[in-house]
């Protein structure tokens, strides 16, 4: 799969992303950096990516269980405080919602915070090595 990023307007650094056949995404930088501030930042997207991630792995398996799960409120909360030194700081909250007239018991629960971590974004950033070759493309091609 292949993702486009495109700088939207000279002298301004947002970027439009292109994936597949979806909605186009913005990515911007902070203003205190001397972004606009006019849509998340890579961190966020990165952020967001574990977080959806989490949610979808647990509705997957709650359904294949037929757990009486209504939804899930997840929130990611960074600490990059120390990213400069090599360290980045993930906390991820769940809260899972049963669905109306039912309930969750405590080791359900329990299963669900657990079945989290098996989702793919969380492995990828946790146990393996990633690879990143970055090349220059000519425009002339």
């Known amino acids: 799969m292949s993702i486009e990023v495109v700088t939207r307007q000279a002298g301004s650094f947002v970027q439009r992303v292109k994936v597949a056949s979806f909605d186009e995404l913005l990515v911007d930088i902070p203003a205190v950096v001397g972004g606009d501030d006019s849509a ?70 329990t299963r669900l915070l657990e079945i989290s971590e098996r989702c793919p974004i969380h492995r990828l950033m946790t146990s393996s090595q990633v690879s990143v070759v970055s090349r220059e493309t000519s425009s002339d091609s």
């Open 40 to 109: 998340p930042d890579p961190h966020d997207y990165f952020d967001l990516s574990l977080g959806a991630c989490k949610s979808i792995t647990v509705l997957m398996y709650a359904r294949r269980k037929a757990l009486p799960l209504a939804s899930i409120v997840t929130t990611v909360d960074r600490d990059d405080s120390d990213e400069l030194r090599g360290e980045y700081r993930l906390t991820v909250s769940m809260q899972f919602i049963a669905e109306s007239g039912s309930e969750l018991d405590e080791m359900t629960r």
